[in-house]
């Protein structure tokens, strides 16, 4: 009986469930029509529609109604005096006053509605059929014959974009979102005139016009033309304040967005991070070799050659080349036979005597420091001294046949002398960028993981039993009611490395659940998760006993957002290389990631706003990375000064390609002609009237003739002198408007009441750029790093050795194994040792002669001669106090002389001199001479 009552009640609830979800189908089709737009592609008709000819016709119309209906009352007014009793019409004859007045009465009226409307029906007909006699010279001729552009309107404008408030509310908890769904890029801004809750005041309410849609933007705005005001700054409050928060990436030149934005961000519950190149000691550390090293440790050998290629191309790139190209191939080739062998080095336990790997030692200063020294090293064999070697070049000859490194560097050793020595010029000269010490501490450590930008919740380990390698595996997700939230399944690796990236809500208590299946056995491994908002590593405890083996179970989980800002100093550019290798690996990290998830993107949508785009190194591969990235969710907003800029820096093809895949185009000011006129064209032409008058030599017959013409819709002169605030915005690709209707892509000029809004009059409390930095930018761990304890001792990658032909005293000869590299090497080293040891002494004896020239400044000459005199009869205590008595002299008033006591007693105490009183006496005694002397002369 419970059961049929209970699946009555759910049946019921279904039931109204379908009702309101069909009332609200409803209602939703009802306001889509509403919004449905006009038909703008219907080809007009040769008669253009006239609304003067339709307003002549109801006046007339109405007219004649009115007078038709007066008369039918008037005449029933006399019908009716004519029925009354004893009427006789020449005796009592017509009131047609009376009946007048009655007929203005048109409530009295004895018409049927439905009749009433057959008289006004017919009233319009005739007042038409009257209108068609008046001939209106005011016609138009013009209807979109030559082109029929326009601007946007306002109403298109909330019909397409989402409406959301210009700046959070006061007092609203900064974790809390102003609006639901994405984040996105400012369209256009608009106020509205509301009420305050202290009526009668009224205030305006600002909003903008957001394209939260998965689209790349353009800017172009020349140098202070208030891009960062009207557009950047406002963006990134846009995304940071969504319900849906989007990770930053933000190029930074003069580190005004990071300083302006990382308290506000921080509120909102970001993760900020700077990669400051203008002082790396107050950024994060970044290591460019980390992800090559994380590949390298599960396995993935080719993908690790690939991001070594990807890295070495950055460095020696260089389309300008010309002839020289070969070098450059040569020093790429050479760098990746260099990092791979150093990572074939510190990862393999048997080099240590922890026996265990030592990834922290691969590092780009332990890379230059292996060509400086072992690159710089030649040594001859005495069997035959005419042939030299290079000690880095014999150590690839004699790595392993199988090794990766020695098939890298493979094409440097086949190089002659000469082109040897070019090719090794190239690589120390791009290495020196991280020989400096910042930039040695900086890239020696790391402090976040890429993927984590765009796959906060993810978790990884090591398969041991090799009948799961790249078999299928599942991954179940349960909550600490062991309830199953989701189930993923991935593939595992061919070397049993398994990486899942998740999006579900886990707390701790909740279960995580490996299960394979081997044979007709299905094993699982049941893990019990603890998790500390504040710490993004996830402490886990296995439940049950273990039945897949397996190691290194470890989950990084995260609700926050990332933003890292990259200061990059406008007065040095050395250190722009590694931002863009920041870049550049950051986007392959973040694709390679994209192809291990369902769907093919990223969980947290990454908006990467590049400001003075047009001023970065170029990133490699741009052309193709604006073709796909947008569906990957990762969106780029670049900022440049003109399109002449980004030709420059990528050329023309691939500048063409970066351009035309950004949806957006929004020119702020640009001084360019060439990128005003192409701005103008993009937005079409409209058609004109224009008149001609002819007059007959008296001037009194005249004839008007009226034609049409085209004319820009926006002129290029008027693009050179936008007003602050002003922006035009092209968008051919938004075909679509938020009810689902087509709609044509008109430009947008924003300008009179969709003016954009200066971030400085109205974001202030929220994103200020007048911040003190230092109370923004502090010292990092990596700075006190220890470079010394990184240090790889290179003797021991020295080991092979040579046959040498000796002869002995009694004239025999035979062959001994040498070592001759290690002999070379330990040569060079105590060579450099003295050469630094003499160099040392050589500072040391300038420091020593300048303070002695400082205290000469201070001392009578005749104490340090008499001290030099007497260098080895009195202790070096004795000799100190000596000279710091004396310059006390300089304090003794001018025409007074000083005693020679003080001194005296100083000598006589001397512990040297204890018992040696006559020397001691003689000492004193000189010592007096020489001051009186001294100050008797002067």
């Known amino acids: 009986m419970r059961t049929k009552k209970r699946r009555s009640r759910i049946n019921l609830k279904n039931a109204r469930n379908k009702e309101k979800n069909l009332v609200k189908k409803g209602l939703y089709q ?13 080809q007009s008709s040769n008669i253009n529609f006239n609304y003067t000819k339709l307003i002549t016709t109801l006046v007339i119309g109405i007219f004649i109604f009115l007078v038709i209906m007066w008369l039918l009352g008037a005449f029933h007014n006399v019908m009716l005096q004519t029925k009354s009793k004893n009427y006789n019409l020449f005796t009592n004859g017509l009131d047609l006053d009376k009946a007048g007045l009655a007929g203005l009465n048109f409530f009295k009226t004895q018409l049927k509605p439905m009749e009433i409307l057959e008289v006004f029906a017919a009233s319009v007909i005739i007042g038409g059929l009257l209108s068609q006699k008046f001939h209106f010279e005011s016609q138009k001729v013009a209807h979109g014959q030559k082109g029929n552009a326009r601007f946007t309107t306002v109403k298109e404008l909330e019909d397409t974009y989402v409406k959301v408030p210009d700046h959070s509310q006061p007092g609203l908890d900064p974790k809390k979102p102003s609006f639901k769904g994405f984040g996105g890029f400012p369209i256009a801004h608009i106020n509205r005139l509301g009420l305050t809750q202290k009526f009668p005041f009224i205030t305006k309410h600002g909003y903008y016009f957001i394209d939260t849609s998965t689209v790349h933007n353009l800017i172009v705005g020349t140098s202070r033309s208030g891009k960062g005001e009207t557009t950047i700054l406002e963006q990134i409050d846009l995304v940071s304040r969504a319900e849906k928060q989007s990770s930053l990436v933000v190029n930074d030149p003069k580190g005004e967005l990071y300083v302006a934005s990382v308290n506000t961000l921080r509120k909102r519950g970001y993760d900020v991070y700077e990669l400051n190149l203008d002082d790396p000691n107050k950024g994060i550390a970044f290591n460019p070799l980390q992800l090559i090293i994380r590949s390298w440790e599960q396995g993935d050998v080719e993908g690790a050659m690939q991001l070594v290629n990807s890295i070495t191309y950055s460095l020696y790139f260089d389309k300008q080349a010309g002839q020289n190209k070969w070098v450059n191939d040569g020093a790429q080739s050479a760098v990746n036979g260099h990092i791979i062998a150093l990572i074939e080095y510190c990862m393999n336990p048997k080099n240590f005597r922890d026996k265990k790997a030592h990834p922290e030692y691969i590092t780009f200063v332990n890379i230059a420091d292996l060509v400086n020294q072992l690159g710089q090293i030649d040594y001859t064999n005495p069997s035959d001294p005419y042939t030299q070697h290079n000690v880095l070049s014999e150590y690839f000859k004699h790595l392993e046949q199988g090794s990766i490194a020695k098939k890298e560097f493979g094409s440097t050793n086949f190089s002659d002398d000469k082109a040897r020595g070019s090719i090794f010029s190239t690589v120390v000269q791009k290495l020196d960028i991280f020989t400096l010490p910042k930039n040695s501490r900086m890239t020696s450590m790391n402090t976040l993981e890429m993927k984590s930008i765009g796959f906060p919740k993810y978790l990884e380990f090591q398969l041991l039993d090799q009948r799961l390698y790249g078999e299928l595996i599942k991954i179940n997700f349960r909550d600490n009611h062991n309830k199953k939230l989701k189930t993923n399944e991935i593939r595992v690796s061919q070397k049993g490395f398994v990486e899942n990236n998740f999006d579900v809500n886990l707390k701790t208590g909740s279960f995580v659940e490996i299960e394979a299946i081997t044979g007709h056995k299905r094993l699982k491994n049941t893990f019990k998760l ?95 990375i604006m073709t796909v990235s947008a569906g990957r969710n990762i969106l780029f907003t670049l900022v440049i000064q003109s399109y002449a800029q980004l030709y420059s820096k990528y050329g023309k093809e691939d500048g063409q390609v970066i351009k035309e895949n950004c949806q957006n ?8 002609s060439a990128t005003n006129k192409e701005f103008s064209e993009a937005c079409g032409n409209k058609t004109i009237e224009t008149s001609n008058i002819s007059k007959d030599q008296n001037g009194l017959a005249k004839n008007v003739s009226v034609s ?13 002198h936008l007003a602050g605030g002003e922006r035009l915005v092209l968008r051919p690709l938004t075909r679509m408007n938020k009810w689902g209707w087509a709609v044509v892509s008109h430009p947008i000029f924003n300008t009179g009441k969709t003016l954009m809004p200066f971030a400085h009059t109205f974001l202030t409390d929220d994103f200020n750029p007048k911040t003190n930095p230092d109370l923004v930018e502090k010292i990092d761990a990596h700075a006190n790093i220890n470079l010394k304890a990184l240090e790889i001792d290179w003797s021991k990658w020295l080991t092979w050795t040579e046959q040498v032909t000796k002869q002995d005293e009694d004239g025999n ?23 630094q040891a003499a160099a040392k002494d050589a500072k040391e004896e300038q420091e020593m002669k300048k303070s002695l ?48 006591i003080a001194f005296v007693n100083i000598i006589y105490k001397d512990k040297k001199l204890e018992d040696k009183n006559k020397e001691k006496n003689e000492l004193t005694q000189e010592f007096s001479q020489s001051f009186n002397e001294y100050y008797q002369d002067k």
């Open 853 to 900: 020239k400082e205290e000469e400044n201070q001392i009578p000459p005749f104490i340090t001669n008499w001290l030099t005199e007497h260098d080895g009869d009195i202790s070096d205590g004795t000799k100190q106090a000596i000279l710091n008595e004396a310059t006390k002299l300089k304090d003794v008033p001018e025409g007074q002389k000083p005693s020679s």
């Open 30 to 42: 009802v306001e889509r029509q509403l919004h449905r737009p006009k038909n703008e592609n219907k």
């Open 813 to 835: 000869v035979f062959v001994e194994e040498e070592n001759l590299a290690l002999q070379a090497y330990n040569q060079y080293r105590q060579s450099d040792a003295n050469v």
């Open 708 to 720: 049409v013409d085209k004319v820009p819709l926006i002129l290029p002169e008027r693009l050179e």
């Open 665 to 672: 185009k929004c020119l702020i000011m640009s001084t360019d």
């Open 530 to 624: 603890k998790i500390n908002p504040k710490v993004k590593k996830v402490e886990v405890s296995q439940v049950g006993k273990p039945e897949i083996k397996m190691e290194n179970f470890k989950m990084h989980y995260s609700d926050k957002p990332i933003a890292v800002f990259m200061k990059i100093p406008d007065s040095d550019a050395s250190n722009n290389l590694l931002a863009t290798i920041f870049v550049n690996q950051l986007y392959t990290e973040l694709s390679r990631q994209c192809r291990l998830v369902q769907g093919g993107s990223t969980i947290r949508r990454v908006q990467c706003i590049f400001d003075e785009f047009g001023s970065m190194i170029p990133l490699q591969n741009m052309d193709r």
